[in-house]
């Protein structure tokens, strides 16, 4: 009896040990290791969440420079065209890099056509510039929303896998048995859904960006059309 009891009461410490031991090495899973548990779909994921983010930085950097406008450009534009300067007046938008002065730049080459002519030049030189500045986003658009599916395909093989195994296991399956068919159908799903999330409001930021350009765009059109027809002083 006794050497029962003993061994009951040591065997306690060395059960809870190996549960420590369990508990640990559960504890210490990083983000690396459930990565790798995803599956090969986690490759193609990873490679469009880099060109998201590269496009997103590029995109949002040139949107930045666009969307920057000397408050004066216009006041001097509208000074050497009012003094007869028109050369001066094109000079200075060739030397303005920005999306505005290539607008006026093509309004003042030309000037003394019909309006109509001069509205058209610059609307066609406007929807250059806007095609331009959307240069990459088709990329955040296919990610935004093929992502998710692509993490919903690694939830079905996963499935697929952890049934296919305790198929082949029969009475003998364990939790342990079908556990990497559900860490691939859980962890696509959560990869897919985080970079197609971000893929979507890095698009929708983007695109909101753009829009204050092309107001502005077409406010300094109109401005400079009203230019045309004011008096010469």
């Known amino acids: 009896m006794l050497p029962l009891l003993d061994a009951a009461i040591n065997g306690a410490p060395l059960a809870a040990a190996a549960a420590a031991e369990s508990t640990a090495a559960v504890a210490e899973l990083s ?6 548990r995803g599956g090969a779909l986690m490759i193609p994921l990873a490679l469009l969440s880099l060109i998201c983010v590269y496009v997103f ?9 666009a969307n920057r406008l000397d408050d004066s450009f216009m006041k001097r ?4 065209i009012h003094e007869g300067e028109i050369e001066s007046a094109y000079n200075l938008c060739r030397k303005t890099d920005s999306p505005y002065s290539r607008l006026i730049a093509k309004g003042i080459s030309r000037i003394g056509r019909p309006v109509n002519d001069i509205m058209g030049a610059i609307e066609n030189t406007g929807n250059i510039e806007i095609a331009n500045l959307s240069k990459g ?4 658009a296919t990610t935004a929303s093929g992502a998710p599916m692509l993490g919903f ?20 399956a364990n939790i342990s048995t079908f556990s990497d068919g559900i860490y691939t159908a859980l962890v696509t799903t959560v990869a897919g859904l985080i970079v197609g999330v971000a893929a ?8 909101a960006r753009i829009n204050t350009v092309m107001n502005r765009m077409e406010s300094s059109t109109m401005e400079f059309m009203d230019l045309l027809n004011e008096p010469a002083r």
């Open 77 to 80: 534009i509208r000074d050497y």
């Open 200 to 207: 979507l409001f890095a698009y929708n930021y983007l695109i």
């Open 31 to 36: 983000l690396w290791d459930l990565c790798l």
């Open 137 to 140: 986003l088709p990329w955040l």
């Open 153 to 172: 395909l690694g939830t079905v093989i996963g499935m697929v896998q952890a049934f296919y195994s305790i198929a082949a296991q029969g009475n003998s």
């Open 57 to 65: 930085i590029e995109r949002a950097i040139a949107v930045y420079k």
